[in-house]
């Protein structure tokens, strides 16, 4: 069985062109793929392709007009098996979690939500998962206003670790990083990968991103998936707009 089956995801946007009327824009047109357990898969597209809202729909952030995602089978929609199983970490860490929570209670707070537990408790696990991402414990009663960007990026791995999925969504979440602190943490999600057998599944505008985390990358444009390919075969590729995309940075 797969990790992950999105089946046929359909969505719209109503966006108003006058007071009485409005225009209905399709996001996402009947997606489907499939991700295996321990498998990482890429997502590249060109800007407004509909990548974020496909991400915000399996996380169950959002809600598809149609379709299915079902995580080991089961129904991303019943609430209890999406919070254990799938994380997510976008671009914008300082709007992922609240700049005014310490970072023991940023990591805590998934854990918060699910179990009757204060953040005092927790803290020696806190402090293992901050080994885990090269964070010194020295940061645990910091805010997270006070981290630079790079910092930010790893309480906001942490956080997505602490509840032990079997998947993590990273929504460009290297994107507004320096080019060191990319490779730092690429090499850091390999390490994390391999430990916890977690899968990702990785939304880029950068291939060279894409070739090093995952098997596989999946081609979108206007809320499609035009093709597909291993990433050890993306030379023979044949699609022009795939193309394109791999050209734009390589
Ligand atoms: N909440 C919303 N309301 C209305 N339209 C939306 C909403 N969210 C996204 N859209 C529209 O849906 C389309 C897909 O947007 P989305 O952010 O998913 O694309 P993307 O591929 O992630 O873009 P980028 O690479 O620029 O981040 C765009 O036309 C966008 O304007």
Not at 46 to 72: C, F, P, Q, Y
Not at 180 to 202: A, C, D, G, M, R
Request: with cysteine.
């Amino acid at each position: 069985m797969s990790l992950l089956k999105v089946e046929n995801l359909t969505k719209s946007y109503r966006t108003f062109n006058s007071l009485f009327s409005h225009l209905s824009h399709p996001a996402l047109q009947n997606v489907s793929f499939q991700l295996e357990k321990g498998e990482s898969v890429g997502l590249i597209g060109e800007n407004g392709s509909g990548k974020s809202t496909l991400a915000r729909i399996i996380s169950g952030i959002e809600k598809a007009d149609s379709g299915h995602v079902w995580l080991n089978g089961t129904d991303i929609y019943q609430r209890k098996n999406r919070r254990q199983q799938i994380s997510v970490v976008f671009q914008d860490y300082f709007s992922s979690v609240n700049p005014t929570m310490t970072v023991l209670q940023a990591i805590c707070e998934p854990l918060l939500e699910q179990k009757q537990a204060a953040a005092k408790s927790l803290e020696p696990l806190v402090v293992q998962f901050l080994k885990k991402v090269n964070l010194s414990t020295d940061c645990l009663h910091k805010y997270i206003y006070q981290l630079s960007g790079g910092q930010a990026q790893r309480v906001c791995l942490c956080r997505a670790l602490i509840n032990n999925p079997s998947l993590i969504i990273l929504d460009e979440a290297l994107s507004s990083l320096d080019i060191v602190t990319q490779v730092q943490l690429l090499e850091l999600l390999i390490e994390l990968k391999n430990e916890f057998q977690l899968s990702y599944f990785f939304i880029s505008h950068n291939i060279q991103m894409i070739c090093y985390l995952c098997e596989r990358v999946l081609f979108f444009k206007q809320g499609q998936i035009i093709t597909q390919s291993d990433i050890e075969n993306l030379a023979e590729i044949k699609s022009d707009y795939a193309q394109k995309l791999i050209r734009s940075v390589i």
